[in-house]
Nanobody
Framework: QVQLVESGGGLVQAGGSLRLTCAAS????????MGWFRQAPGKEREFVAS????????RYADSVKGRFTISRDNAKNTLTLEMDSLNPEDPAIYYC?????????????????WGQGTQVTVSS
């Protein structure tokens, strides 16, 4: 069974950093684009960042550009999101997802597999 498992969430002060990691259960994701999304209470799930199958292309939401960095290690089946300068707009459950195709997709419907999410909380 396909599994995506996120880790690394937690509580951090405003201005601080966190690293989220997603472990994939099988190597099929080496041919798939991968992404991070987030969902705050009462809001829709929104795109955060994505990366193509070979790391050749990355895309970011305007709200995180310059602060977050997405990367992947296909040999280890892992996806990482480095989050710096966290602010009160960033708290949410963060989800790792595997796309249907190979590109760095930005829409929820472009993704076929989802992790269970990890909570990120920012204290002011």
């Amino acid at each position: 069974q396909v599994q995506l498992v996120e880790s690394g969430g937690g509580l951090v002060q405003a201005g601080g950093s966190l690293r989220l990691t997603c472990a994939a259960s099988r190597r099929m994701f080496t041919n798939n684009g991968m992404g991070w999304f987030r969902q705050a209470p009462g809001k829709e799930r929104e795109f955060v960042a994505s990366i193509s199958w070979n790391s050749g292309s990355t895309r970011y939401a305007d709200s995180v550009k310059g602060r977050f960095t997405i990367s992947r290690d296909n040999a280890k089946n892992t996806l990482t999101l480095e989050m710096d300068s966290l602010n009160p707009e960033d708290p949410a459950i963060y989800y790792c997802a595997a796309a249907r195709g190979a590109s760095a997709a930005v829409t929820v419907t472009s993704y076929a597999y989802w992790g269970q999410g990890t909570q990120v909380t920012v204290s002011s």
